[in-house]
């Protein structure tokens, strides 16, 4: 669900860097005393999953692109600000070797994506964990793919009303939240679908490798 | 730009790469993009080329949405349909540009967090490449005749798990060459 440079206005993407910088600031403290020879090899590896499923991506008629995130799965083995630091990497390196996203819209996607989907995971987890633990593992990583298809729908949905011409032609994305939060989320719906199966997969790969208790 | 330094090219890309979203003028932006590939040199084509398919599917899609609308209400915007097109190109053009001209994990030093991460992430990245090829070589050469799904299924369960203990024996190569080096001394 990437949105791609040149579809966000100025007055979206600035104030969301301002934002973003200071939520890379706060997951990056004290991140290297945290990485150690165990963690490195198991956080490059999922990394590169997420790279990989991010890769797969279909174009969405919204104007963005449906595509598994891999980003609750990070989140369950290494908490939120390791989650959001390594998705953040992942977008950077999608947008500069693929074009998918961009460097102007890395941003609302770390945001959107990397870290409202890692809190949406967590809290998810937290609250279903104690029923059962594979239905919280699906359920984590659905919701959370919804939670960021919502916040991308939004940021892409109110650019007409924020920036276009006096006489109304929008200036950047040209659709309105009544295309936009369909367009994202019933196809993210299903994707969401695969990714919980796929995420439930991996927990119990990691389980199995006892990298959780 | 031959004789800057990496990060220095990065420092001039992040400057001007939001100049087009505050460029409301298709002219200006073509102009911008003809700048640009006056200066890429012998490498613009490719990049263009690389750009153009990069945009092709999401820029296609928003176009014909805008396109269908526009019949709908009797009026096509084609000023609309030019700046969002030609904004998108220049501004994943530069982003080629900038990449084709520099090592990024040489831009990204000085950032060591950055850069290690970027370092696992892009190594594990090829690895996982280099892994997928491999199996998809030694499947195919195992099959006759076309395989069947449930055989493809199978093959792409067995090959998931072999991916990820591999993968994992790898980087923890990598981080233990790391440790070795002093990557995680204070």
Do not use: C
Request: no cysteine.
């Amino acid at each position: 669900m990437h949105i791609p440079d040149g579809f966000l206005s100025p007055q979206t993407y600035l104030p969301a860097a301002a934002l973003a910088v200071g939520a890379w600031a706060w997951a990056g403290r004290h991140l290297r005393s945290r990485l150690d020879e165990t963690l490195i090899p198991r956080l490059a590896l999922l990394t590169a999953l997420a790279y990989g499923l991010g890769l797969v991506m279909l174009p969405l008629p919204g104007g963005t692109s449906g595509h598994a995130l891999g980003v609750a799965l990070l989140t369950l083995l290494f908490g939120l600000r390791l989650a959001f630091l390594a998705y953040s990497g992942v977008l950077l390196l999608q947008a500069l070797l693929f074009g998918a996203g961009g460097l102007t819209a890395l941003p609302v996607n770390a945001l959107a994506m990397g870290l409202a989907g890692s809190a949406t995971a967590i809290l998810t987890f937290k609250l279903l964990r104690p029923l059962n633990e594979s239905i919280a593992v699906l359920a984590t990583a659905w919701v959370s793919v919804m939670v960021s298809g919502v916040l991308v729908a939004l940021a892409l949905g109110i650019q007409p009303l924020i920036a276009h011409q006096p006489d109304g032609t929008p200036l950047f994305f040209p659709f309105g939240l009544a295309i936009t939060l369909p367009a994202v989320l019933l196809p993210h719906a299903l994707i969401g679908i695969g990714e919980a199966a796929l995420t439930l997969l991996v927990w119990r790969y990691a389980k199995s490798r006892k990298w959780i208790a | 730009m031959d004789r800057m330094k990496p990060r220095h090219v990065l420092y001039l890309y992040l400057a001007v790469l939001p100049a087009p979203t505050f460029v409301h003028d298709p002219a200006l932006l073509a102009l911008g993009l003809l700048i640009a590939l006056a200066l890429a040199g012998a490498e613009r084509w490719r990049i263009l080329k690389r750009s153009l398919l990069a945009i092709l599917a999401f820029n296609l899609s928003v176009s014909l949405g805008v396109v269908l609308v526009g019949l709908w209400q009797g009026r096509i915007d084609t000023g609309w349909l030019l700046l969002a097109n030609l904004r998108v190109l220049l501004m994943v053009y530069l982003g080629f540009w900038f990449v084709a001209r520099v090592n990024l994990l040489a831009a990204l030093q000085g950032w060591p967090t950055a850069t290690l991460v970027a370092t696992l992430a892009l190594g594990q990245a090829r690895a996982f490449e280099r892994l997928i090829r491999d199996f998809r070589h030694a499947f195919a050469s195992r099959s006759i005749v076309k395989p069947r799904l449930l055989d493809r299924r199978r093959h792409a369960g067995a090959q998931a798990v072999a991916l990820l203990d591999k993968a994992q024996a790898q980087s923890t190569e990598v981080a233990l060459a790391m440790r070795s080096r002093g990557s995680f001394d204070a």
